[in-house]
């Protein structure tokens, strides 16, 4: 049974920094770990995903800004998130994509940017 815990979600004021984790449990090849976010009324789009050789992709509205990584000792990926806008607000969702291309899903962590 494969189970992706998050945590690290809130509130925070425009220009903060938050930290977003996300555990694995379970047996699993793990190919990429990511993290996507959906605000009200918006689809759902990929924010940063890091792969098991340890390449990066980023959203480029959140580069320079928001950094992924992954510990694969304690199978957890984090996303550092400084300087936060507003425009950040939305749900954040933890994913793991496998080497079969099966997609397991976090239950997604709230962050609000606001003053």
């Known amino acids: 049974q494969v189970q992706l815990v998050e945590s690290g979600g809130g509130l925070v004021q425009p220009g903060g920094p938050l930290r977003l984790s996300c555990k694995v449990s379970g047996s699993i090849n793990i190919k990429s770990m990511g993290w996507y976010r959906q605000a009200p009324g918006k689809q759902r789009e990929l924010v940063a995903v890091?792969?098991?050789?340890?390449?990066?992709n980023y959203l480029d509205s959140v580069k320079g800004r928001f950094t992924i990584s992954r510990d694969n000792a304690k199978n957890t990926v984090y996303l550092q998130m400084n300087s936060l806008k507003p425009e950040d607000t939305a749900a954040y969702y933890c994913?793991?994509?496998?080497?079969?291309?099966?997609?397991?899903w976090g239950q997604g962590t709230q962050v609000t940017v606001s003053s």
């Open positions: 890091i792969t098991s050789g340890g390449t990066t």
């Open positions: 994913n793991i994509l496998t080497y079969s291309d099966f997609a397991y």
